[in-house]
């Protein structure tokens, strides 16, 4: 079995952020989902697990925190071209997110920006050139 990462986020509006991350590009897998928590694979070895925050609460004794208020965590997310970085970012805001929580970034070989899904978790939304990021810079503005 390969590894796979599952993160767990705890969310006010499970419909809400179902909807914000099928616009991610997300696929809502209804075996491990129900009307406490949604599983949302990203691909195959990804997946992030919306949980109503009752249901977050009995994974966890600590206070949930308020993502609109405190960083914990940036999570980041990669696209195949230049173009999707806005492409995907729109879909996001037109499901609910607020776009450009932080400045996009713009380094020549890779280009990102952010958005923050309905209650305040922060997304990178970002391109690499693959040539760039295997370490051959021929061409390539840095």
């Excluded at 990462?5 to 809502?28: H, K, M, Q």
């Excluded at 919306?50 to 994974?59: A, E, N, P, Q, R």
């Excluded at 999707?84 to 070989?109: E, I, K, M, W, Y």
Aim: glycine share 6%; net charge negative; proline share 6%.
């Amino acid at each position: 079995m390969s590894k796979m990462i599952f993160i767990n986020l705890p969310v006010t509006d499970l419909d809400a952020s179902t909807r914000f991350y099928e616009a991610l590009g997300a696929t809502r897998n209804p075996q491990f989902s129900n009307e406490n928590a949604a599983c949302m694979m990203l691909c195959d070895t990804i997946g992030v697990m919306i949980l109503t925050h009752d249901y977050y609460g009995t994974f966890t004794k600590r206070p949930i925190a308020d993502a609109k208020a405190t960083s914990q965590v940036l999570l980041a997310l990669t696209v195949e071209a230049h173009a999707d970085v806005d492409r995907v970012l729109s879909a996001a805001t037109a499901a609910g997110g607020r776009p450009d929580p932080n400045p996009p970034q713009d380094h020549g070989f890779m280009w990102s920006r952010s958005v923050e899904d309905p209650d305040g978790h922060v997304w990178e939304i970002f391109w690499m050139d693959p040539a760039a990021a295997a370490g051959d810079t021929t061409g390539v503005d840095a």
